[in-house]
């Protein structure tokens, strides 16, 4: 069975968040962690309602690392692109 070839939106989220990871790894805890990892994942998914649910529980939870998802130029870009094709 042949694989399927890579979903290049998927790949831009990982690689997104890869960048953001290596500007803020050092200062998560397993929390934080798990709570970006939903992000991402529902973004890679293009799961608007889950992308929603988590980035209200990342903001009111981990308002930080919001703020830096927020201010993270790949991330803020791949997010507002989201937005505006309604995911």
């Given at each position: 069975m042949a694989e399927k070839p890579p979903d290049p939106h998927e790949s831009r989220v990982h690689e997104s968040f890869d960048a953001l990871h290596e500007k803020v790894g050092g200062r998560l805890d397993d929390a934080s962690r798990a709570a970006i990892d939903r992000v991402r994942s529902a973004a890679a998914?293009?799961?608007s309602a889950a992308l929603r649910a988590h980035m209200t529980e990342l903001k009111e939870r981990h308002g930080w690392l919001y703020k830096e998802l927020a201010a993270h130029p790949k991330v803020a870009?791949?997010?507002?692109e989201l937005a505006l094709l309604g995911f």
């Open positions: 998914a293009r799961d870009t791949l997010l507002d």
